[in-house]
């Protein structure tokens, strides 16, 4: 599969530290003076960064991928020191990774290299890297609370579920890793921004039990990068099925032509469902396509 992939020239790196603000993901740290991609797992090749270096040092590269290699990713960096092993390792780990940080520790113990892994040990909270918002989460989904059952009797059903069926962060398809470990054999929902506003018990009737991811087909810029995402998603996550959720506005369909172009992409095919939901909160189509 093709990937986008963020390109520092270290020669040209002036130390500045901008393009690190500029990553929402966190996939870059200062080192040693010089910018680093510590983790490609989490660059979504947007170019953030690109526009924050004053001295063009960044660039994006499109090429062939494998799927994402935490060993090759440790050949890839060891060279560069303890620094920026221990700095990739605690990222990973601020991602709820684990499986990959342990793939990590075992590449550190086979090759016999010199890094402290106590640092790695959680001592004390520390500010995570890039911005808090885009790290990943995995979340039991909210038990109910409020009255007994008494109390609820005489209110009507509309009023009663109120329990929250979201089970990990981030869920905007930007910010979401597709390699993401609570991806892995799951149901997952691709459901157009308003869609939760005017369906009433959207999280009762189409989140329960599924992975969530949101986009607007009209306002969000470098949709190719959407595709890519959910042909990962599909290949490598290997997630069982597509339920597109959409409103009845006719730019609304351009979700279910970018989950429908992934499929034609990727190696695997994946059942694809189509939900429709009318401006006054109805569903008006649902099946598979």
Known sequence: MKRKIILIDENLCNGC???VEGCHEGALQMIDGKARMISDLYCDGLGAC????PVGAITIEEREALPYDENAVMDRISPKG???ILAHLKHLKDHNELELVRQGIEYIKKHQLKVDLSMLEDKAPQKPSGCPGSMAR???AVKPTGAPMGAMANKAPSMVSTQSELTHWPIQLHLL???AGFLANEDLLIAADCTAFAY???HNRFLKNKKLTIACPKLDSNKEIYVEKLVTMIDVALVNTLTVIIMEVPCCT???QLAMKAQEKAIRKVPIKKIVISLRGEVIEE???
Not at 50 to 53: A, D, Q, R, S
Request: glycine share 16%; proline share 4%; aromatic share 12%.
């Open 138 to 140: 995995s979340f039991a």
């Open 200 to 202: 009433a018990d959207f």
């Open 287 to 289: 099946g598979w396509v």
């Open 50 to 53: 690109i526009g924050e270096c």
């Open 17 to 19: 530290g901008n393009c």
């Open 177 to 179: 890793n597709p390699q």
């Open 82 to 84: 303890e620094k920026t």
């Open 254 to 256: 351009g979700l279910l």
